[in-house]
């Protein structure tokens, strides 16, 4: 029970860094100065909520463990983040349709771990939901943006689409350490939030003027809650730990 | 009113301490210097962004890396106010971008140096923030009121990320060997260029005296340049680390220390385009500006679709 | 001295090191297979090269010291290669100019160090000038082809020319541990090699009918050879050592 | 002749073991079939190259690096073999190269798993180049004298490579408490896929006794897979590692080992595309093909330059 919610706190942990960490990617180098500042200040968000969670995972162990020490000295097998966090950012349209499918997951979720019988868990879902609405919204009006903007936007966006929807299934499954937290109500059950996020997802894809993949006949990726990653999570921790790793026991 | 009478009033203003608005009449040779002054800082702040973002993706802590994206996403909020602050006075954004991406445009040499370790983060943030208030400050007093105000927001910022950088270089200096030479390191190589951004010397400073003149120049060069030297020293004191300048030592009867002479030849010559980064930092921002605009494109596209009657400023946003 | 002889030895591996790891980043992605095997020869040939400078670095100090001590677990500011070696490969056209100037270079400077009067270096020297006359020849062959090739070719080869120029001044200045070598023959005086490598790459150029550019007026980049680099190389090391510095102490 | 003598001395050759030569006769769907199956062969030495290229400039020490690079370039060197063996059947490698990058022409599904850590180049080593031997040795002895004589050359070097893919989990075993599971957690992820290399069940496999019959193939799918598995048992027990399968236990009947269902549900569904790197891994092939077409051209432009009156055979290397 113990290691099942430090590991379910893990991977929300996960979650969210390594998506503030690629999202951070664009910070100086976005297609506009007003959205530079919007994907940083989402990237922003993501890292702190990672934080409280690696803070409270870090106090379910003992006094040695650290949000750091879990961030920075975890290797690739080790993080349970879901696979569409760690795929390289492309283009905009491919961020922004990541980051749409991604906080779209996260509202949907959020909205029932305040529910946790795990208060602290519960606590931070209440705090992260209000930016993860911001976080919905702004990459919604982008989708729809680009989606029915220029015939070059429609052609990437879609193409972006196509990159990132196999990269969806895996939020409905459950991990094991997840499914064994639901009967004490402290996890979410994730197979139950598919059909609001399904709902929310298909009426931006309409404004968009997008269609919604066939689902059912759609092979998905799986791996990320148990440690399968990509190939690119990898080189994502060799960057960001490395001073940690190559000054080991440091103050910074 | 006449040319003549009209300059009597700008003039009775600027002697009085009244802020000029950007409906009044001002001389061109004001306005053209304001524009040419506020947009080269709007652009330091931007290309300025650079070598900081540098660090974001292996910034060491949760902390620290939180701290550094807000900071560089603060300095492209002071890009913004500044780009509004000159289009008060009839530039827009597109050209002033355009003036940066083509190199017609200056923007602070320092940002030309490459940030080689975690402790050029610290540096940055205290010798360069730093050197930059000391120029900033006098500047919330600037004569052309939304430059002024726009300062006014900025040094609030800026102190803040000083600060941070000081604890970022103390947090090193108080840590392991490696740390302390990293924290020693990191001065040695950003001290003369944080020097520099001062500018020439005043007896080669040809603009300084309209400039004060116009009051949006309060001190020289040099005067603000051995303020920063001053209050440095007792800052690298804190630290326990040395200023890279065997000529530094307090001069009792100037009550001020006196300092080595800087390289004006590899600050001419950074100038001119010759720093170690200059091709780098120019060539990422017009890749982020071509990789852009299909994005820009399509957000105008769509705006146009959505409010066809709309006046074109509701699209300020996607310009650029 | 001593430590002279070690600092120089060490300039001498990284070179070859980070020239053969950006190298390598080709292998699997070359413009055809022929090629692709070819570099990947080349990159073999440079990390061999590092591998014999680094042992003999290392048995100049004691047993705790080995190669790969000295090629993982230093830090960028310590690395003491030619910025040439060390700024990404760019397109085809980049790498080939980057490689073909540094081995004309490495050709130079290898026809002295064979009479070192330092017998090791000597011998390095010796069996590397083999190795590095074919990859003068394979590179001059490309920059020849891409010069007088299509207009594409020639505007991408000159374009990479441009870029590359300035990282070559470097070579011909040397760092204080260099010079206190010439003395005793130790170390090669590599101002005194520029001619013969001007000679050489403007021969090339001609036939590639590009023109040498005006040396005198080109500012030049400096600094690797005393551990001041280009913000790449952390980047490059990050990768490069994340193992070593991830399992600390381990057998490979 | 007519061709049903020209069936005849083929036949006789094959019978008598007597290798069929690119000059020979031979029936249209043996050459069909040893196009596809070369070419076949060939692309997967080519996209094989790309998993564990994926770990050349992280290779944990200098030694592990220049062997590694030298293993990825081998497999390069094998494809040009292949390829020029599928070339004597009259296809040229542009054609394969197309019908891989279209997506016609199919890969070994293995290397549509990523490779996560370095004990994964061990096991491709030890496993995947395993299997690839099992299959491949005996093609040194298949009737078709080209792919016959590219097999020897290459088996020669594939069991070279499986040495060192052993040394390397060898070394893992031997070394800390992280890296047994590094190798172990390997070996859990790379058998199943590595017994799927051998093919469908015999009972599902159509074409094997076609294939035996052209003496292209001399053991059936099921017989190879179960030499694997007895010879594996034994070297994971060397190793101290496990391979994940509670069914597998010796047979003393059988003297084989028995063995678990393979899923053949994944296997079928990786070649049908839907595997973990299957677009990456194409992808990759199709960017180095595009990256690569000015280079090709100007290689060719140059060459017809120089060689005006040269047949096209000259430009060869630069095709593609």
Redesign the interface.
């Given at each position: 029970m113990e290691n099942n919610l430090f590991n379910y706190t893990l991977h929300l942990a996960d979650n969210s860094l390594t998506m503030g960490h690629r999202l951070s990617e664009w910070t100086g180098h976005g297609p506009m100065l007003e959205q530079d500042i919007a994907i940083s200040n989402i990237a922003l968000d993501l890292i702190g909520q990672s934080r409280n969670f690696y803070q409270y995972a870090a106090a379910l162990k003992d006094d040695s463990v650290t949000e750091d020490l879990l961030a920075y000295l975890r290797d690739a097998r080790e993080f349970k983040n879901l696979l569409i966090t760690e795929i390289p950012n492309g283009d905009w349209a491919k961020t922004i349709m990541k980051l749409f499918l991604f906080s779209t997951y996260q509202f949907c979720f959020y909205q029932k771990l305040i529910d946790s019988s795990d208060k602290q868990l519960a606590a931070i879902a209440e705090k992260s939901l209000k930016e993860v609405t911001y976080h919905v919204r702004w990459s919604s009006e982008w989708v729809i943006r680009l989606g029915d903007g220029t015939e070059e936007s429609n052609k990437r966006i879609k193409l972006a689409m196509e990159e990132v929807w196999p990269f969806t299934g895996e939020m409905f499954q459950p991990a094991e350490y997840e499914s064994l937290l639901i009967n004490n109500r402290i996890s979410v059950d994730v197979s139950e939030i598919k059909n609001d996020w399904m709902g929310r997802v298909k009426s931006v894809l309409e404004e968009a003027t997008l269609s919604y993949p066939e689902d059912k006949n759609t092979w998905m990726q799986t791996g990320g809650k148990n440690g399968i990653h990509t190939e690119h999570l990898g080189y994502l921790l060799a960057e960001m730990q490395f001073l940690q790793r190559a000054y080991p026991g440091c103050e910074w | 009113m006449a040319t003549e009478e009209l300059q009597k009033v700008f003039d009775d203003k600027i002697a009085e301490e009244i802020r000029i608005e950007p409906k009044d009449w001002m001389p061109d040779d004001y306005r053209k210097t304001l524009i040419r002054q506020i947009s080269q800082h709007a652009h330091s702040e931007?290309v300025g962004?650079?070598?900081e973002?540098?660090w974001?993706?292996?910034?060491?802590?949760?902390?620290?890396?939180?701290t550094l994206?807000?900071k560089?996403?603060d300095e492209?909020?002071h890009?913004?106010y500044l780009?509004s602050a000159a289009e008060t006075m009839g530039i827009t954004r597109e050209e002033m971008v355009d003036q940066l991406l083509s190199g017609k445009a200056k923007y602070s040499s320092i940002f030309n140096y490459?940030?080689?370790?975690?402790a050029d983060i610290g540096a940055i943030g205290w010798l360069v923030d730093g050197a930059a208030i000391m120029n900033q400050v006098p500047l919330c007093r600037a004569s052309y009121g939304p430059y002024a105000r726009a300062m006014v927001r900025i040094c609030k910022e800026e102190s803040f990320h000083q600060r941070q950088g000081f604890e970022?270089l103390l947090?090193?200096c108080?840590?392991?060997k490696?740390?302390k030479e990293m924290a020693q390191?990191a001065l040695n190589?950003w001290w003369w260029p944080s020097l520099m951004m001062f500018g020439p010397n005043d007896d080669t400073s040809p603009h300084t005296a309209q400039s004060m003149k116009w009051k949006i120049k309060r001190f020289s060069n040099d005067e603000l340049r051995q303020k920063f030297v001053d209050v440095c020293n007792e800052q690298a004191d804190i630290l326990g680390i040395t200023i890279p300048d065997d000529k530094l030592v307090w001069n009792e009867k100037r009550q001020h220390y006196d300092f080595g002479e800087i390289n004006w030849n590899e600050f001419f010559?950074v100038i001119?385009?010759?720093g170690?980064?200059n091709?780098?930092r120019l060539a990422?921002r017009v890749?982020?500006h071509e990789?852009?605009?299909?994005?820009?494109?399509?957000?105008l596209?769509?705006?146009r679709?959505k409010a066809p009657k709309s006046p074109s400023g509701e699209f300020e946003?996607?310009?650029?």
């Amino acid at each position: 029970m113990e290691n099942n919610l430090f590991n379910y706190t893990l991977h929300l942990a996960d979650n969210s860094l390594t998506m503030g960490h690629r999202l951070s990617e664009w910070t100086g180098h976005g297609p506009m100065l007003e959205q530079d500042i919007a994907i940083s200040n989402i990237a922003l968000d993501l890292i702190g909520q990672s934080r409280n969670f690696y803070q409270y995972a870090a106090a379910l162990k003992d006094d040695s463990v650290t949000e750091d020490l879990l961030a920075y000295l975890r290797d690739a097998r080790e993080f349970k983040n879901l696979l569409i966090t760690e795929i390289p950012n492309g283009d905009w349209a491919k961020t922004i349709m990541k980051l749409f499918l991604f906080s779209t997951y996260q509202f949907c979720f959020y909205q029932k771990l305040i529910d946790s019988s795990d208060k602290q868990l519960a606590a931070i879902a209440e705090k992260s939901l209000k930016e993860v609405t911001y976080h919905v919204r702004w990459s919604s009006e982008w989708v729809i943006r680009l989606g029915d903007g220029t015939e070059e936007s429609n052609k990437r966006i879609k193409l972006a689409m196509e990159e990132v929807w196999p990269f969806t299934g895996e939020m409905f499954q459950p991990a094991e350490y997840e499914s064994l937290l639901i009967n004490n109500r402290i996890s979410v059950d994730v197979s139950e939030i598919k059909n609001d996020w399904m709902g929310r997802v298909k009426s931006v894809l309409e404004e968009a003027t997008l269609s919604y993949p066939e689902d059912k006949n759609t092979w998905m990726q799986t791996g990320g809650k148990n440690g399968i990653h990509t190939e690119h999570l990898g080189y994502l921790l060799a960057e960001m730990q490395f001073l940690q790793r190559a000054y080991p026991g440091c103050e910074w | 009113m006449a040319t003549e009478e009209l300059q009597k009033v700008f003039d009775d203003k600027i002697a009085e301490e009244i802020r000029i608005e950007p409906k009044d009449w001002m001389p061109d040779d004001y306005r053209k210097t304001l524009i040419r002054q506020i947009s080269q800082h709007a652009h330091s702040e931007i290309v300025g962004m650079l070598p900081e973002a540098n660090w974001i993706t292996r910034a060491p802590s949760l902390r620290r890396k939180a701290t550094l994206l807000a900071k560089v996403q603060d300095e492209a909020g002071h890009g913004l106010y500044l780009y509004s602050a000159a289009e008060t006075m009839g530039i827009t954004r597109e050209e002033m971008v355009d003036q940066l991406l083509s190199g017609k445009a200056k923007y602070s040499s320092i940002f030309n140096y490459p940030t080689l370790t975690w402790a050029d983060i610290g540096a940055i943030g205290w010798l360069v923030d730093g050197a930059a208030i000391m120029n900033q400050v006098p500047l919330c007093r600037a004569s052309y009121g939304p430059y002024a105000r726009a300062m006014v927001r900025i040094c609030k910022e800026e102190s803040f990320h000083q600060r941070q950088g000081f604890e970022i270089l103390l947090t090193l200096c108080k840590g392991s060997k490696e740390q302390k030479e990293m924290a020693q390191d990191a001065l040695n190589r950003w001290w003369w260029p944080s020097l520099m951004m001062f500018g020439p010397n005043d007896d080669t400073s040809p603009h300084t005296a309209q400039s004060m003149k116009w009051k949006i120049k309060r001190f020289s060069n040099d005067e603000l340049r051995q303020k920063f030297v001053d209050v440095c020293n007792e800052q690298a004191d804190i630290l326990g680390i040395t200023i890279p300048d065997d000529k530094l030592v307090w001069n009792e009867k100037r009550q001020h220390y006196d300092f080595g002479e800087i390289n004006w030849n590899e600050f001419f010559n950074v100038i001119k385009g010759n720093g170690p980064c200059n091709k780098e930092r120019l060539a990422a921002r017009v890749s982020a500006h071509e990789n852009g605009e299909w994005v820009r494109e399509a957000a105008l596209a769509y705006a146009r679709k959505k409010a066809p009657k709309s006046p074109s400023g509701e699209f300020e946003s996607f310009r650029n």
